[in-house]
């Protein structure tokens, strides 16, 4: 949990934390339609590499992204494996027979159960658990003494490939963007760039003012819910509490233990903000003043420009290549 970064803010004096946070907001979706409109490999590898770019000239650190990235590590493993195994298009990139026999069945249990009992010692436990699968599967498919279990064939498509990877790396560019977004802009000042953009929704009867208001806390106590959850985690494994250990069963006790007094927390915590509010005579669509002034420069103007050419050369390279 102590990795998850998404709805902090990180202090910070570069180019991204002089922008006005409306311009950060409209950018940040005028670069996911982008990578929405992308079909290639090669051109979102390019997207990547300009996020990248952004990160540097962010003035934020590349390894704190990819920490934030470990807690989505399943999903995108999931994804990946799912688009390999099931698009069966294009050259055929592997063709190989896995079987199972009753010597390797063994091995592959054994080698289930140290990577089990060492994961806790390993500090990349995603990667090792990534190493521990491709090794089993080179077994399977490589080491088959002993008698003949099952065997099943397995079949890797470049098409399968190539769309398992575009996928991963799309993700990966859309939370990077998100991020971006929050650890650079205070709250506050998120909250007033939500409001001005969502204005027009005044129109249709629609208070703009709620709604931004609602993402804003919602972005806020993520990691402040986040760190109270690790200390609870960390109070219980003092006591003797290993939410790595046990039978499932077990584990479902404990992930109810860690839930009972987070809910707690949680309610209390919105009384506390709600009693704060009332105490400063906020009332929801009243008029109210503020305090920080959003000011859009020149820099605002050209960023946005710069991204509607990036979602223009989209549209056009999807067109017409």
């Given at each position: 949990m102590k990795n998850i970064i998404v709805g902090q803010y990180i202090p910070g004096k570069s180019f991204l934390y002089k922008m006005d946070p409306r311009s950060k907001i409209l950018a940040l979706f005028i670069l996911m339609v982008s990578a929405f409109v992308f079909k290639d490999i090669t051109h979102i590898i390019y997207m990547?590499?300009?996020?990248?770019?952004?990160?540097?000239?962010?003035?934020?650190?590349?390894?704190?992204?990819?920490?934030?990235?470990?807690?989505?590590?399943?999903?995108?493993?999931?994804?990946?494996?799912?688009?390999?195994?099931?698009?069966?298009?294009g050259p055929v990139i592997l063709d190989t027979v896995l079987t199972l026999t009753t010597i390797n069945i063994g091995i592959m249990i054994l080698a289930i159960v140290v990577w089990y009992?060492?994961?806790?010692?390993?500090?990349?436990?995603?990667?090792?658990?990534?190493?521990?699968?491709?090794?089993?599967?080179?077994?399977?498919?490589?080491?088959?003494?002993g008698t003949v279990i099952s065997s099943s064939n397995l079949t890797i498509y470049e098409d399968g490939l190539l769309g398992a990877s575009f996928?991963?790396?799309?993700?990966?560019?859309?939370?990077?963007?998100?991020?971006i977004l929050t650890l650079?802009?205070?709250?506050?000042?998120?909250?007033?760039?939500?409001?001005?953009?969502?204005?027009?929704?005044?129109?249709?009867?629609?208070?703009?003012?709620?709604?931004?208001?609602?993402?804003?806390?919602?972005?806020?106590?993520?990691?402040?819910?986040?760190?109270?959850?690790?200390?609870?985690?960390?109070?219980?494994?003092?006591?003797?509490?290993?939410?790595t250990e046990g039978k499932f069963k077990d584990k479902v006790m404990q992930i109810i233990s860690l839930l009972v007094p987070m809910f707690i927390i949680s309610f209390k915590r919105s009384d506390d903000l709600a009693n704060a509010m009332e105490a400063r005579s906020f009332v929801p669509g009243?008029?109210?003043?503020?305090?920080?002034?959003?000011?859009?420069?020149?820099?605002?103007?050209?960023?946005?420009?710069?991204?509607?050419?990036?979602?223009?050369?989209?549209?056009?390279?999807?067109?017409?290549?």
């Open positions: 990547l590499l300009g996020v990248l770019v952004i990160l540097k000239i962010g003035g934020i650190p590349i390894m704190r992204i990819a920490r934030g990235l470990r807690p989505i590590m399943i999903l995108l493993l999931f994804t990946f494996t799912f688009q390999v195994l099931f698009i069966k298009t009992y060492t994961r806790r010692y390993i500090k990349s436990k995603f990667f090792y658990m990534v190493l521990v699968i491709v090794g089993i599967l080179t077994m399977l498919s490589l080491f088959t003494p996928i991963m790396v799309r993700l990966i560019i859309i939370v990077t963007l998100s991020t650079t802009t205070k709250p506050t000042d998120l909250n007033l760039g939500l409001e001005r953009i969502l204005k027009p929704l005044n129109l249709v009867k629609i208070n703009s003012e709620e709604i931004a208001l609602i993402i804003s806390i919602a972005l806020r106590y993520i990691p402040t819910l986040l760190d109270e959850a690790n200390k609870i985690m960390l109070a219980q494994a003092s006591r003797g509490v290993d939410f009243n008029k109210r003043t503020r305090i920080h002034i959003l000011s859009w420069q020149s820099r605002d103007t050209l960023v946005i420009v710069f991204c509607l050419l990036v979602l223009t050369a989209t549209v056009v390279v999807r067109v017409y290549l």
